[in-house]
């Protein structure tokens, strides 16, 4: 267990929201505990922008218009790193990444800024890059700290983004079925900008089709796309563009009912066609990710 150190005097203001940007934000992740977490957050008026690790506003976006679309990428990107590295070995890299000396008051309102820059080893001993920085704005209600929004994902040190350079790597974490084909199931292009999965289907690790419905065949279908992307380091809500084969058409409803279930929004633009499939399949999905 890593210990917490507080840099700032018990019981000041500063104390308060150190605690809750750093200790108790990175105990909540590292649950996959939203109720954690949820304490700290004003909900009303809440909005949250994605810089998206750019320096020029220009490319910011509005990606969280609410509480809620936080909460949901949020907890995406923690259930998806902790299936990469253990809950320690995850509280260890963050604390060691992570920076809170800055913390602007003015009354009941205050801007925290939180750093991060260190490095998360997969249990595949990947390296995943932890190289950012958010803005919080928080706010002082009856006595206690909360945040009202922020915005996130600013490049760290500001001016240090650099466009990858083009070439196409297979993620080590990527795996496929006994029977695949000669394709690779999921490419990074451009390293850690945009992703690629071949088509997937409702078939297990040992190349077994799963299910008998479209409901049943469309969810462990989409359950492995996101596993094919949680390779690459992105996850559903990074998707932009899903392609869909279905063998037959008549299912398409039904398969909508899991997809807008499951998929995150704003929707991906999408693309859908009959197709005859390997026999036992009633559909196939490919998704094209830009990672953020």
């Not at 392609?243 to 398409?252: Q, R």
């Amino acid at each position: 267990m890593h210990e917490y150190l507080n840099p700032f005097p018990t019981g000041t203001d500063h104390f308060q929201i150190w605690q809750m940007l750093v200790e108790r934000d990175i105990e909540a992740f590292i649950q996959s505990d939203w109720a954690m977490a949820a304490q700290d957050f004003l909900e009303s008026g809440f909005a949250a922008i994605d810089a998206r690790g750019f320096d020029n506003p220009d490319s910011w976006r509005l990606t969280f218009p609410a509480l809620s679309a936080y909460r949901d990428a949020w907890l995406e990107q923690s259930r998806a790193l902790l299936g990469q590295a253990s809950a320690e070995a995850l509280r260890a890299a963050l604390l060691a990444a992570t920076t809170l000396r800055d913390i602007d008051i003015r009354d009941d309102a205050a801007i925290a800024h939180k750093k991060f820059d260190g490095q998360i080893v997969t249990n595949s001993d990947r390296v995943i890059p932890l190289r950012w920085q958010t803005l919080y704005q928080c706010r002082k209600v009856d006595g206690v700290w909360k945040i009202a929004g922020f915005v996130g994902y600013l490049p760290h040190p500001m001016g240090s983004y650099t466009a990858p350079a083009p070439t196409k790597v297979a993620p080590q974490d990527s795996r496929q079925h006994v029977t695949a084909g000669p394709y690779s199931p999921v490419l990074e292009v451009n390293p850690h900008r945009l992703v690629v999965i071949s088509g997937q289907a409702a078939i297990d690790m040992q190349g077994q089709v799963i299910g008998e419905t479209i409901e049943a065949q469309a969810q462990y279908t989409l359950d492995n796309c996101a596993g094919q992307l949680a390779a690459a380091g992105c996850s559903l809500r990074d998707v932009f563009k899903v392609n869909v084969y279905l063998v037959n058409l008549d299912d398409w409803g039904r398969f909508n009912t899991v997809y807008r279930a499951v998929m995150p929004q704003p929707f991906p633009v999408r693309t859908a066609i009959q197709a005859q499939l390997l026999p036992g399949l009633l559909v196939e999905i490919e998704m094209w990710a830009a990672k953020s």
